[in-house]
């Protein structure tokens, strides 16, 4: 059973560039929530997507997007890179719908995203 | 603005004591409430949830729930320096689905 999976593990962009992270959920999960985690902070919700669409969002600017595909892998698009945006990206899957065995997230492992 | 405060620390417990982790939250419709863990360089490990008050053992972990003070604490006892991590606080917040807000994380560290 495979768990959540994240690409690429670690990557370096300049100022202005674009980048994009990917992630496939647990196995037999279909909801996928995005978090941006900076050095000695807790993480911080991005956005969450379901059913191919954004389902909540958070304090996050518009450069920020994402899309999650029909077998519910999911990208997250930086545009227009600030070195402020060098941080721990993390995605997490969850099963749809109410119910506490549904609100757990697994985690992947993260992509570490260094902004030049 | 719905919050989760913890104490960044370092707590510092000796080997075999018991750790005690603390966490407050703003929005008193909360439902559940989740402890994580996060080695130096790891994601977070979802280590104990909680929906009820009270308490909530599982092996050298417990979970306790005060809805009324809107406080949730972890204890870990015999704690071990394998237990060295920061602990995160994660709160679903009432209103969201499964948006878990996070604090900032308390970092433990346990000496020999």
């Known amino acids: 059973d495979a768990g959540v999976t994240q690409s690429p593990t670690h990557l370096i962009k300049t100022r202005g560039q674009q980048v994009t992270l990917r992630c496939s959920p647990k196995?037999?999960?279909?909801?996928v929530s995005w978090y941006q985690q900076a050095l000695g902070q807790g993480p911080q919700f991005i956005f969450q997507?379901?059913?191919?669409?954004?389902?909540q969002r958070g304090n996050f600017p518009d450069r920020f997007s994402g899309h999650q595909f029909p077998n519910y892998s999911s990208e997250l698009n930086v545009n227009a890179l600030l070195l402020g945006d060098s941080a721990l990206y993390l995605c997490?899957?969850?099963?749809?719908?109410?119910?506490?065995?549904?609100?757990?997230?697994?985690f992947g492992s993260g992509t570490q995203l260094s902004v030049l | 603005q719905k919050e989760v405060e913890q104490n960044s620390g370092p707590l510092s417990v000796p080997e075999g004591a018991i750790a005690s982790l603390n966490c407050t939250y703003s929005d008193r419709g909360s439902q559940s409430f989740f402890w994580y863990r996060q080695y130096s360089g790891k994601s977070p490990e979802l280590i104990m949830f909680?929906?009820?008050?009270g308490d909530k053992e599982d092996g050298r972990f417990t979970a306790q729930l005060n809805k009324a003070s809107q406080y949730v604490s972890l204890l870990i006892r015999d704690s071990q320096p394998s237990d060295s991590a920061t602990y995160l606080c994660a709160v679903r917040f009432s209103g969201g689905y499964n948006k878990l807000i996070f604090g900032a994380g308390t970092r433990l560290a346990v000496h020999p």
């Open positions: 196995s037999g999960h279909d909801t």
């Open positions: 997490a899957s969850s099963l749809s719908g109410q119910g506490a065995r549904n609100e757990k997230l697994f």
């Open positions: 997507y379901y059913e191919e669409e954004e389902r």
């Open positions: 909680i929906y009820s008050n």
